[in-house]
């Protein structure tokens, strides 16, 4: 990825207020950290667009505890990384606890995350609950697993978040995530809908939050590389080929690879919903939509979508390559 590239930052938001420069006074995570100007852009580039994600969705509350799920893989180290240099910078006013729910999958180095933790004075918490025997046994082979596996990961989750005083439980889902999830509801679910940056559980007693919701995953990956985090694999979903959600990620890198900055026009189009413009009669009352109505209306979507569409995507274009 080139300079240039790094530089990019997603026009969803506006940069928050600079970051402080202490590079030498830092999370014990970052001690080892590149010292290179490019990683450096990139560290601040990520920091900015989760803060920007926690601000936006105002999710810091002061004198909140949050639950920061852990699996081992690249996006979850490198959001609990951004979190603790936030905390660390004193941008962050919440108590975090970092937590691993070790599923039993076969071979699970269960060492590898403790030995972690331990090694950077990170608060945590690890709990071995066998999932992995249940989805095994439920979902027939060949069929997806990704469903119950989170659905019972999750109880989990917000078992143990109650009962650490946790507020919030934090996961790891990017932009990439969130964009493939509303096209997987669009082709295979017919509803538009995707994860949300915050949420509240059905009970009502918990918030779920996803700060990297403006993190693209090729930033993320690289992070991950250069702060050399020992990746663990997941034998569960992440060893099924042929998923819909690996089709739908195809899909959107082939647009990108022709199109190049249209995959963050089609995340930015997420923020940027019209009811009216829509088929939904529980989000918009075409029922009561007469001209007999207050209401002022604008067709300027029917007569000029098409173009007000293109300007936009060639604006957009244009500030991503300068």
Same mark, same amino acid.
């Given at each position: 990825?080139s ?7 997603l026009? !969803?938001?506006e940069?928050p207020?600079v970051?402080p420069d %202490?590079d030498? /006074? ?10 290179s100007?490019s ?16 601000d936006?969705?105002n999710m810091?509350?002061k ?7 852990l699996?081992g893989g690249k ?6 990384? /951004?979190l603790?240099?936030l ?30 933790? %331990? %090694?950077h004075d990170i608060p945590h918490?690890? @709990?071995?609950?066998d ?5 095994? =046994?439920?979902?027939? @082979?060949?069929?997806t697993?990704c ?12 078992r143990i978040a109650? @009962?650490h005083g ?9 932009r990439?995530?969130?964009? %493939? ?9 017919g ?8 949420l509240k ?5 918990l918030m779920?939050?996803r700060p990297?919701?403006?993190? @693209? ?5 690289k992070?991950a =590389?250069?702060?050399?985090f020992?990746i663990i ?13 690996? =089709?739908?990620?195809a899909m ?6 022709q199109h ?9 189009? /997420?923020?940027?919903i019209r009811p009216?413009h829509?088929l ?6 075409f029922?009561g939509?007469?001209?007999e ?6 067709d300027s ?7 007000? !569409? ?6 957009f274009?244009?500030m991503h390559?300068?």
């Amino acid at each position: 990825m080139s300079d240039s590239m790094s530089d990019a930052v997603l026009p !969803v938001v506006e940069a928050p207020a600079v970051l402080p420069d %202490e590079d030498d /006074l830092c999370h014990p995570m970052f001690r080892n950290a590149p010292s290179s100007v490019s990683f450096k852009k990139l560290r601040k580039r990520l920091l900015r667009n989760v803060r920007a994600a926690i601000d936006d969705y105002n999710m810091q509350t002061k004198g909140r505890k949050w639950l920061v799920c852990l699996s081992g893989g690249k996006d979850s180290y490198g959001l609990l990384a /951004l979190l603790l240099d936030l905390k660390w910078r004193g941008l962050l006013d919440v108590d975090l606890l970092a937590c691993n729910l070790d599923q039993a999958q076969p071979g699970f180095p269960s060492d590898v995350l403790p030995r972690f933790f %331990e %090694e950077h004075d990170i608060p945590h918490h690890i @709990e071995r609950q066998d999932t992995y025997s249940i989805v095994k =046994e439920k979902i027939p @082979e060949g069929n997806t697993y990704c469903s119950l596996c989170s659905r019972l990961r999750r109880g989990n989750l917000y078992r143990i978040a109650r @009962e650490h005083g946790c507020d919030a439980v934090l996961l790891g889902h990017h932009r990439d995530d969130i964009l %493939e999830t509303f096209f997987l509801n669009l082709l295979h679910g017919g509803r538009l809908a995707t994860m949300p940056p915050k949420l509240k559980n059905e009970e009502g007693d918990l918030m779920l939050f996803r700060p990297l919701a403006y993190c @693209e995953e090729k930033d993320l990956a690289k992070f991950a =590389e250069l702060m050399k985090f020992p990746i663990i694999p997941c034998d569960l979903c992440g060893s099924q080929d042929g998923l819909q959600r690996q =089709e739908v990620k195809a899909m959107l890198q082939g647009f990108e690879a022709q199109h190049k900055g249209r995959t963050q026009v089609m995340f930015r189009a /997420l923020s940027n919903i019209r009811p009216s413009h829509m088929l939904d009669t529980k989000l918009f009352d075409f029922q009561g939509l007469s001209l007999e109505d207050d209401r002022a209306g604008d067709d300027s979507d029917d007569a000029e979508g098409c173009a007000a !569409v293109t300007a936009l995507s060639q604006n957009f274009l244009t500030m991503h390559d300068k």
